[in-house]
């Protein structure tokens, strides 16, 4: 080997030794400043921009949420959206800050929740917010506690632990805004109930510091359960919220079972008309809203204006409250005891 070369090689190996050298600080350096780095950079301070938000997951349950001109909606159901859940969504993710980098080996994505979501066994959930200037795409993972949980930027190798812990659903259902009406007990004079099957009734009392509903009418020989046996009809409409919901039918299908019905009417002539439908599991209520007297009118208007053509998901027990049968109210018929045989019968039959 000739001098020279020698010569190279001193020239080549120094410079490797030197750039390794250069290299080990910045490696050090790049890791020491990421905890704490923003996971979406420039997000936060784009929130007022975002147009869109998209949720997917690889079993193709998706949720879009489309900014309109005063609020949110869920573009699936064509339907306002949670606008305090959206704007918490928002929020977490341009404030997600990085605790630490956890692998880059996609081997191990799974088990973080963070591998790609195109296929339906994927665990994470793909939330892409979409702004005029940029859009910004992030896998959300498990969670790794109350107060973090793993991600993925998309597209890119680390997956990381981050805080806050965002919570994400890909359901529609989960978007909605779910608040119908809120109507307290109070406010309930009468409920006129006409259930599918069994005879209709009337509950009703004359005073909102009255207690208990008298129901009519009642069966000959038959009774209330209890004073109290009708008084759940005037909480059927406290707090109530929607599962889901759907646009109305423009007509009764054909050889569909026969509706339940109730009208409620409160003590300032506000009337609910309510049409009842299940399904399965499934419990839809149709509202119509009439008004006797100028102080309900705007409520009416409301209830009309957000829910004439949907049919509203609602829990099966406050469907139950709504419709209950007849026979649910009254106090169970004992059954007939057997007739004592005559003395004489049975000395007969002893000889």
């Known amino acids: 080997m000739t001098p020279r070369r020698v010569l190279i090689l001193l020239i080549a190996g120094v410079i490797v030794i030197a750039g390794s050298l250069w290299l080990a600080p910045q490696r050090h350096l790049e890791q020491a400043t990421l905890a704490g780095d923003a996971v979406l950079p420039g997000l936060e301070k784009s929130l007022n921009a975002v147009t869109e938000i998209h949720l997917a997951k690889g079993d193709g349950t998706r949720t879009t949420l489309k900014k309109g001109a005063t609020d949110w909606v869920v573009a699936e159901r064509d339907y306002p959206a949670d606008s305090g859940r959206v704007r918490k969504l928002l929020l977490d993710l341009g404030a997600l800050n990085v605790v630490e980098e956890k692998t880059r080996n996609r081997e191990f994505y799974s088990q973080l929740g963070v591998e790609d979501s195109d296929s339906p066994k994927a665990a994470g959930t793909l939330v892409e917010v979409i702004t005029p200037a940029k859009s910004f795409a992030l896998i959300v993972g498990k969670p790794a506690g109350g107060k973090s949980g793993f991600v993925r930027v998309a597209h890119a190798e680390p997956s990381l632990l981050a805080q806050p812990l965002i919570s994400v ?86 050889g569909a079972p026969k509706p339940d019905h109730a009208t409620f009417r409160t003590f300032n002539a506000l009337e609910l008309e309510v049409t009842g439908l299940v399904e399965g599991e499934h419990h839809f209520i149709a509202l119509l809203a009439r008004s006797g007297a100028k102080e309900s009118q705007a409520e009416a208007d409301a209830i009309n204006k957000r829910f004439q053509s949907w049919q509203i998901e609602i829990p099966s027990y406050k469907y139950e409250a709504m419709f209950r049968p007849l026979e649910d109210l009254l106090k169970k018929v004992e059954p007939a005891k057997p007739k004592a045989r005559k003395a004489s019968a049975a000395k007969t039959s002893e000889k």
Not at 175 to 194: H, L, M, N, T, Y
Not at 226 to 247: C, N, P, Y
Request: glycine share 6%.
């Open 169 to 254: 659903d890909a359901d529609p259902r989960r978007w909605i805004d779910r608040s119908v009406v809120d109507i307290g007990e109070q406010r309930v004079k009468e409920a006129f109930v006409v259930p599918a099957a069994g005879p209709s009734y009337t509950a009703t009392r004359e005073a909102a510091q009255q207690s208990d509903y008298r129901v009519s009418p009642i069966p000959k020989g038959r009774e209330l359960s209890s004073s109290s046996a009708a008084d759940g009809v005037g909480s059927v409409f406290a707090a109530l919220q929607a599962d889901d919901l759907r646009r109305a039918p423009a007509g009764a299908a054909a």
